[in-house]
């Protein structure tokens, strides 16, 4: 009986790790593992080392696991398209809303100037509460109110569309667009 000679050396850990998921994935041990790898990189029939049989349940187990993968990714294409399936319908609904609102707060009898002289200059730096740019601009706040509500805007969104004034939060004022009252 003539013995099968063996040889042995030293590896790094990762190398050992990698060896290990190998064997696992494919119902191999190490030694199978070494001599598939000795058998490829010297070009060397290999298939005397795993039995058909073992060969067949591997690549069993493996398009088994590529099959789940299959699916995932699928689904994961299904997700990504129904992603652009609603931006594309966001991109189309997009302008009728904003028309919808520039009709709505873009209307000429807000564009009236006002009855009486007023220091732009000093708005710029003051600025102007609620009431106080209604009645510059000759607006009506309880339609403001509702235009807003219908158009699901807050009231200070809607006065911006309707003035171009900016509203600050943390003054609670508007002001007038930048280079009025800035001469």
């Known amino acids: 009986m003539s013995s099968i000679p063996s040889i042995s050396c030293q590896i790094p850990q990762e190398w ?10 494919r119902d191999l041990n190490q030694s199978d593992v070494l001599k598939l790898a000795i058998a490829s990189f010297l070009e060397l029939d290999s298939s005397s080392i795993v039995p058909e049989s073992d060969q067949l349940a591997a690549l069993t187990k493996q398009l088994t696991l590529v099959s789940k993968q299959v ?28 028309e919808t609102v520039e009709a709505e707060f ?11 002289p ?23 706040l309880e ?13 200070e969104a809607a006065m911006e569309l309707a003035t171009g004034w900016h509203y600050q939060p943390r003054t609670q004022r508007y002001y007038p667009p930048v280079g009025i009252g800035a001469r």
Do not use: F, M
């Open 118 to 140: 007023v220091n732009l200059e000093n708005l710029a730096k003051s600025g102007l509460t609620l009431e106080e740019l209604c009645d510059l601009k000759q607006l009506n």
């Open 16 to 25: 050992l790790e990698a060896i290990d998921r190998y064997a696992s994935e």
């Open 71 to 98: 699916k995932n990714l699928h689904k994961r294409l299904q997700t990504v398209e129904k992603k652009d399936e609603k931006d594309e319908l966001v991109k189309s609904i997009a302008p009728a809303i904003v």
């Open 106 to 116: 873009v209307s000429p009898e807000w564009d009236t100037p006002p009855s009486h």
């Open 143 to 155: 339609s403001v109110s509702t235009r807003a509500h219908r158009a699901t805007l807050p009231v």
